[in-house]
């Protein structure tokens, strides 16, 4: 199986893929720290739940960098926290939501354990947690065969030189699921019109733009690696 997505980081007519992890697993996670609020005169008289929070986000910013493996990738990102409603109550909870991205399945289980610890932090403080994590896309794992067809392939239509190795990056994409049950390759087509110069429109964002002279050949790299495939396993 082959897949396509668009790069706006590469020149129309040039595309990039990579045998092995190409893209990462991506989890969320959702986390409501408890404590007990109160008059924010006294706060003696609560237990924070924002001071508690404060103390999980430091413990989660040193998971990456102090338990996993510097060989190994990943990052945890905090999106959301909110906490209270006025500025002279304490609250009694602070809720956090997040992502959780790994190139490995040992890496994915070891930032899930990590979390799950950093949250009891706030337990001897005399606080409480709830965490929910939910699983979300595997590891996109480039077949190597797949890979090398697709780069053969690829080349043919763009030449050799305007065929790139890419670095794998902490994105996701459901065409993991695929690569699990049947060797694939996941490969980017450049969309970027050299005459925009250093003008650059990265995806997911509101001012996105790609060059439509680059589809054809998008539609072309899928034909001519499947053929170059069905050619070689028939």
């Keep these: 199986v082959f897949g396509i997505h668009v790069n706006p980081f590469y020149d129309t007519g040039h595309l990039a893929t990579r045998p092995g992890p190409m893209l990462a697993?991506?989890?969320?996670?959702?986390?409501?720290?408890?404590?007990?609020?109160?008059?924010?005169?006294?706060?003696?008289r609560a237990l924070d739940p924002i001071v508690?929070?404060?103390?999980?986000?430091?413990?989660?910013?040193?998971?990456?960098?102090?338990?996993l493996d510097p060989i190994d990738s990943g990052v945890i990102t905090i999106g959301?926290?909110?906490?209270?409603?006025?500025?002279?109550?304490?609250p009694d909870t602070v809720e956090m939501s997040g992502t959780i991205r790994s190139m490995t399945p040992e890496g994915r289980e070891?930032?899930?354990?990590?979390?799950?610890?950093?949250?009891?932090?706030?337990?001897?403080?005399?606080?409480?947690?709830?965490?929910e994590i939910v699983y979300g896309?595997?590891?996109?794992?480039?077949?190597?065969?797949?890979?090398?067809?697709?780069?053969?392939s690829g080349a043919e239509l763009v030449?050799?030189?305007q065929m790139h190795e890419k670095d794998p990056v902490m994105g996701a994409e459901d065409f993991s699921y695929m690569a699990q049950v049947t060797p694939g390759c996941m490969f980017n087509i450049g969309?970027?019109?050299?005459?925009?110069?250093?003008?650059?429109?990265?995806?997911?964002r509101a001012d996105f733009r790609l060059d439509e002279n680059a589809l054809p050949l998008g539609?072309?790299?899928?034909?001519?690696?499947?053929?170059?495939?069905?050619?070689?396993?028939?």
Aim: charged letters at 15%; hydrophobic letters at 45%; glycine letters at 10%.
């Design 137 to 152: 896309y595997p590891p996109t794992v480039n077949a190597v065969e797949a890979t090398e067809i697709m780069f053969q």
């Design 25 to 44: 697993a991506a989890d969320k996670f959702f986390l409501t720290v408890r404590g007990f609020g109160g008059h924010a005169a006294a706060p003696h």
């Design 191 to 204: 969309v970027h019109d050299p005459a925009w110069g250093d003008n650059f429109y990265p995806v997911h």
């Design 52 to 67: 508690l929070a404060a103390n999980v986000i430091n413990a989660i910013h040193q998971i990456v960098s102090r338990r």
């Design 110 to 131: 070891l930032l899930h354990n990590e979390l799950r610890k950093a949250c009891g932090i706030v337990e001897p403080l005399g606080g409480s947690f709830d965490l």
């Design 80 to 90: 959301t926290i909110q906490g209270g409603t006025v500025n002279n109550v304490i």
């Design 159 to 161: 030449g050799a030189a």
């Design 219 to 234: 539609a072309a790299a899928l034909a001519n690696a499947a053929i170059r495939w069905m050619e070689k396993h028939g």
